[in-house]
C-alpha cells in the first residue's frame, strides 16, 4: 500500500467517525398561537458542532436525540431526559416511590417550540424545556395546569391534564416525598412559579 492509498484511507476514517458521533437530529413542533395547536414539524439533522444558542438549554441540554436518554423504571412507562440529569431524576424518583409516593406517568424530553415570542405567522418561536429534556411532568392526570391562578383555589381554570384533588395519593404538595426529592436535586415545582397559570405535573431549573 503506497502512502497516498493510506493517507486517504485515515481521511475516510476520520470523517466517519464524525458523523457517526458528532450528529444532531430531532423533530420539534411548532405551537400556533391562534390555531391553539401545532401546526408543522421541524427536523433537523446536522453535525453536533452546528447546534446554535436556541438550542442549549438548561444544565448544557439540547434537543439533540444524542443528548437524551431512556430512563427506565420498574412502575412506569420508559421516558427520555437529557443526559446531564438523568441519573439524579432517576435517583429522585425512585427515592419517592419507596418513600409511598405513586408515581404513575411521567414525561420529560418532548420537543417543540412552545414558548417565546410568536413570529407573523404567530409560531412560537422558542424550545421549551421539555425539548430540552431538561423538564419533567409527574402524574399529569392528577395534577393539571391551571391558569386564572395567582393562588391554589377551587376557582382555579383547568387548562391541561387532569383535575388536582388533595385527597389523592398521586396529586403533588408541598408535603408530597416527590417535592422533597425534587427540591433535593435542584429542580423546582410549577405548583409555586408567580403568575397567572400554575403548572402542577412540572419540574424543572426554574419551574417554567
Ligand atoms: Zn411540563
Known amino acids: 500500500m503506497n502512502i497516498i492509498m493510506l493517507l486517504v484511507l485515515s481521511i475516510i476514517s476520520t470523517v466517519t467517525q464524525a458523523a457517526e458521533g458528532k450528529v444532531c437530529q430531532y423533530s420539534a413542533t411548532v405551537w400556533n398561537v391562534a390555531a391553539r395547536k401545532s401546526v408543522r414539524t421541524i427536523k433537523i439533522f ?45 435517583s429522585a424518583l425512585l427515592n419517592a416511590h419507596y418513600a409511598g409516593f ?37 402524574n399529569a392526570n392528577h395534577n393539571g395546569l391551571y391558569d386564572k391562578c395567582i393562588q391554589w383555589s377551587n376557582d382555579c381554570r383547568l387548562i391541561k391534564g387532569g383535575k388536582r384533588d388533595l385527597s389523592k395519593q398521586e396529586t403533588i404538595s408541598e408535603n408530597s416525598p416527590l417535592y422533597y426529592e425534587m427540591k433535593r436535586i435542584g429542580l423546582k415545582w410549577g405548583g409555586e412559579i408567580q403568575g397567572l397559570q400554575k403548572d402542577f405535573m412540572h419540574f424543572s431549573e426554574t419551574g417554567y
Open 46 to 90: 446536522k453535525p453536533y458542532d452546528a447546534v446554535t444558542d436556541k438550542e442549549r438549554g438548561p444544565f448544557g441540554c439540547t434537543p439533540c436525540l444524542v443528548d437524551q436518554v431512556d430512563i427506565e423504571l420498574p412502575f412506569v412507562k420508559t421516558f427520555k431526559v437529557c443526559r446531564f440529569i438523568a441519573e439524579k431524576v432517576k
Open 102 to 138: 405513586p408515581i404513575s406517568e411521567v414525561e420529560g424530553y418532548r420537543p417543540s417550540y412552545s414558548k417565546g415570542k410568536p413570529d407573523q405567522l404567530q409560531n412560537r418561536t422558542e424550545l421549551s424545556n421539555h425539548a430540552f429534556g431538561a423538564a419533567i411532568d409527574i
